[in-house]
């Protein structure tokens, strides 16, 4: 786990425990960093660039299960 988190943020914030719960059902590591904001690793990713991308999957796979949220990684 020695790459730097990524930071996703949520414009729905009650669903903010739900992201973060379903990261670390996945494996990812995340925590709470803000009211619409959390911080999450893929320590199984090769390198930044791979965790970008799978966590954007898992990302959208997760706004579709909770009907238009919306939620990106930050850059």
């Known amino acids: 786990m020695g790459r730097r988190p ?3 943020l949520v414009d729905r914030p ?3 425990e739900d992201l973060i719960l379903s990261f670390r059902r996945g494996g990812c590591p995340a925590r709470r960093t803000g009211p619409r904001s959390c911080s999450v690793e893929h320590a199984s ?5 791979e965790a970008r991308i799978e966590l ?5 796979a997760w706004r579709a299960r909770h009907g238009g949220v919306r939620a990106l990684l930050a850059p």
Request: cysteine-free; hydrophobic content about 60%.
């Open 6 to 8: 990524l930071t996703v």
């Open 14 to 16: 009650e669903l903010l």
């Open 45 to 49: 990713a090769v390198d930044e660039r």
């Open 56 to 60: 954007a999957f898992f990302v959208r």
